[in-house]
């Protein structure tokens, strides 16, 4: 086994935040597997181009054969799986990749390494990991007076994105129970910051302001949502892979429950504020359209497990990490240009056109 991490989707959001964190802090080298779908972009990862540490691979975590190679030729020290269908409103509009990448996809990457872990002696048995990303939304929709999600809530998902992420993790689950394979999950809040595709709220929002277009909020904005920056989401990741107890599960948040119109009203204000020259609002482009559909009212993490066990918290809080990234945007308008171009266009028609203004 090698100094070395093996990370499925990283050139997507997330991911790609902690590969080019890994790379530059000198932690190893990333083995980076990643289809590079609508989602995937390699300019994510500009900053490390050329860095011995990162090899990328194009290829689908579900190629048995590939992945199979890969692992026999690098012998990684650990598997993150970052790699997913992550959008809920695809997820409506087309569930079936979700249940090929997130659910076969996860299941041809298990089966492939079983074997690699059973090959490995003792000590390095007992030194891999596999580590699950998954999302706060398995535990599916609290009310307003509910305690924040614990790690021993049920799972309870309720779209075709929450519900095949809520079926990868306990195949997660069943191989450490059966196989006594180390493996670990952590689920994780809304994440924003650099490289958020702007089909998601924030994002969406800074793009749709910047350029004259209604800003849409489905329903009537007061769904909430419980935001981490980024990065202190990987650095929260690099603690579990470090420290966490093998077959556990660790809940990651930042204590930041915000409605969306508060959120949306947060980017507006700072926007007027960085941007207007005239006396007008940008709170003036926002639009209330048709709610999505089985739409979650509420999601909260309590974080207590991992800061009480294993010492982390987040460093940023909302208004740090939302000054980051309006920064992050203003700064990266080409990055933005060439990922709303083509594709994402045909997306918006698909996922905006049909919702009536309410
Ligand atoms: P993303 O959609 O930005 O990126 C997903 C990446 O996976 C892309 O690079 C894509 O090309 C790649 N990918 C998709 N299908 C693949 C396949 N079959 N094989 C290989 N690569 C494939 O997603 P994200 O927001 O960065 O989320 C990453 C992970 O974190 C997901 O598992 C998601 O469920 C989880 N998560 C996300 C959030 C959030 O707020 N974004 C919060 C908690 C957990
Ligand atoms: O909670 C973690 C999850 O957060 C991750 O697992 C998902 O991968 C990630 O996409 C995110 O899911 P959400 O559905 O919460 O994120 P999204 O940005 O799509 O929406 C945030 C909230 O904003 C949600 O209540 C829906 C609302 N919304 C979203 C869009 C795109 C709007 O009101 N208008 C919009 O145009």
């Known amino acids: 086994m090698n100094n070395c991490i093996l990370v499925t989707g990283g050139a997507g959001f997330i ?3 902690f590969v080019n ?10 083995v980076n597997v990643d289809k590079l779908t609508y989602a995937g972009n390699l300019e994510n990862l500009s900053g490390i181009q050329g860095n011995e540490d990162h090899v990328f691979v194009q290829a689908d975590i579900g190629d048995s054969k590939v992945i199979a190679e890969l692992l026999k030729e690098h012998e990684p020290k650990a598997i993150l799986n970052f790699a997913a269908e992550s959008h809920v409103d695809r997820s409506i509009h087309a569930p079936g990749e979700f249940i090929q990448t997130n659910i076969v996809g996860t299941f041809n990457l298990l089966e492939e390494v079983r074997p690699y872990w059973n090959g490995l ?14 999302t706060d939304e398995v535990y599916g929709s609290l009310t307003a007076d509910d305690p924040a999600f614990k790690e021993t809530n049920p799972y309870e998902p309720n779209s075709p994105y929450s519900a095949s992420k809520a079926a990868s993790d306990h195949l997660v ?37 910047l350029n004259d277009k209604d800003l849409p909020i489905y329903g009537d904005g007061s769904n909430v949502r419980d935001w981490l920056y980024v990065e202190d989401h990987c650095s929260a990741i690099r603690c579990v892979l470090e420290t966490g107890q093998v077959g556990e599960t660790y809940n990651i948040g930042g204590w930041n429950e915000m409605s969306n119109l508060e959120v949306v009203h947060t980017l507006c204000d700072m926007l007027d504020l960085q941007r207007r020259k005239d006396a007008g609002s940008y709170r003036d482009q926002i639009t209330y359209v048709t709610d999505r559909p089985g739409h979650d009212q509420r999601y909260a993490i309590d974080a207590t497990k991992i800061e009480r066990e294993l010492g982390w918290k987040p460093a940023e809080t909302f208004k740090t990490g939302i000054e980051k990234t309006v920064a992050w945007y203003l700064e990266n308008q080409s990055w933005v240009e060439n990922v709303t171009s083509g594709e994402y266009q045909k997306w918006v028609g698909k996922n905006y056109q049909a919702r009536e203004n309410v």
């Open 121 to 134: 002696n003792e000590r390095e048995q007992g030194d891999f990991r596999f580590l699950q990303v998954s």
């Open 21 to 30: 964190s890994w790379v530059k802090q000198g932690f190893g080298k990333v």
């Open 15 to 17: 991911g790609s935040n």
């Open 173 to 209: 689950r069943a191989y450490h129970h059966t196989y006594g394979m180390p493996m670990l999950t952590t689920n994780c809040s809304n994440n924003y910051g650099p490289y958020h595709f702007p089909e998601k709220l924030i994002p969406l929002i800074i793009h749709n302001a």
